[in-house]
């Protein structure tokens, strides 16, 4: 079955630096990867996805990438605000019915 | 407000109680998931629902027992359950098999 790495586990940084987490899946069948933000008292959230199709999205201040490759994919947040703050899942799918889940960054923006 | 409400939020039973978990979504979608959410581990997926069909049963214990009534609600009944089964159980839903879930807020459960 699929594997899905994710790092780092935690991340800490300055109000309006940038933030990269990064993950690694193990099958090359896999053709969708959504990014999700969990917040505090809450269910992930979609933010961000991609397909295999493309090697870059971007929505405002989120982008993801994506080297099939090299069998990995990387969420990239820029000028970063505290409301960022949350823990981020990535997430693989082989044709979309099962979802395989990274183990989580802890995101922290001092202010 | 995610569409996906899940009651209750907060649940604290003993071994020897049963309960149920209730899942209901408002997007008119097709297919309907449960999650296990344990401390530094992957998102695990449990059950999978697809127009009210079980489609996938991840090797998970006769002590959760699911059911989907209709296309909009999900249940997952407890009972005789263990402390390492304290988790945040997720449900989430999708427009079909094949498309992005939305999740519910989670029930944050304890076994005492």
């Known amino acids: 079955g699929e594997n899905v790495e994710q790092h780092p586990s935690t991340l800490s940084v300055q109000e309006g630096d940038s933030a990269v987490i990064k993950c690694t899946y193990s099958d090359s069948a896999s053709n969708y990867f959504p990014w999700y933000k969990q917040e505090l008292g809450k269910g992930p959230q979609l933010i961000i996805d991609?397909?295999?199709?493309?090697g870059e999205k971007k929505d405002q201040r989120i982008a993801v990438t994506l080297n099939k490759t090299a069998k990995h994919f990387s969420l990239h947040i820029t000028e970063t605000q505290p409301e960022d703050s949350a823990v981020y899942f990535c997430?693989?799918?082989?044709?979309?019915?099962?979802?395989?889940f990274g183990t989580g960054t802890s995101l922290t923006v001092i202010p | 407000e995610t569409g996906v409400t899940q009651t209750p939020r907060h649940l604290v039973m003993g071994m020897t109680n049963k309960k149920s978990l209730k899942c209901e979504q408002h997007l008119g979608h097709n297919a309907m998931y449960w999650y296990k959410q344990s401390a530094k581990k992957p998102l695990e997926l449990m059950f999978v629902y697809s127009l009210e069909e079980r489609v996938e049963n991840n090797s998970v214990p006769s002590r959760f027992s699911p059911e989907c009534p209709n296309s909009s609600h999900l249940f997952l009944h407890l009972h005789t359950l263990q402390p390492e089964d304290s988790a945040l159980y997720l449900c989430a839903s999708s427009q079909e098999l094949r498309a992005e879930a939305f999740f519910g807020q989670g029930t944050r459960l304890t076994v005492v």
């Open positions: 991609i397909r295999s199709n493309v």
């Open positions: 997430a693989a799918s082989i044709h979309g019915n099962q979802f395989y």
